[in-house]
């Protein structure tokens, strides 16, 4: 269990090849902590399968356009954050959506009227992809 921030950044940082467990565990304070003070971190910790839902906000509302896509693709991420990153601008964070194994409808839908022309063809293979699985 990770106990302070500087520790998950020391093994980051260190010259052995250490590569973050996406199941390196945490409390949300520490979590939080790192997200706060260490910016160069954001895309480790969103590939973390233990970050409490607080955690995914905090990166979502600060993170780069990566963070936000690898966001998209955490099936821990809220429903109404969800909601929220489909009027995201980034064609990757959209594109990253449409393989959301929960999506909202609201989601998709708003993904179908996306900026992004790449965005709306994916949001509508999703469509076709979810009626042909109600059909079987």
């Not at 790192?34 to 399968?49: D, E, G, M, T, Y």
């Not at 990757?92 to 009227?113: D, Y």
Request: proline share 7%; charged share 30%.
């Amino acid at each position: 269990m990770i106990c302070r921030a500087e520790d998950y950044i020391a093994l980051l940082e260190s010259d052995d090849v250490y590569e973050p467990s996406p199941y390196d565990e945490a409390t949300e304070e520490v979590w939080l902590d790192i997200v706060a003070r260490f910016p160069q971190a954001h895309r480790a910790v969103s590939h973390n399968k233990t970050t409490p839902e607080a955690v995914i906000r905090a990166l979502f509302s600060i993170g780069d356009e990566i963070v936000r896509s690898q966001l998209a693709c955490v099936r821990r991420t809220p429903p109404d954050l969800l909601v929220e990153m489909a009027s995201d601008p980034s064609s990757m964070v959209g594109a990253a959506l449409t393989c959301h194994p929960k999506l909202p409808p609201e989601a998709l839908a708003k993904l179908l009227l996306h900026a992004s022309e790449f965005v709306r063809e994916r949001a509508n293979d999703r469509v076709r992809r979810d009626a042909a699985s109600t059909n079987e």
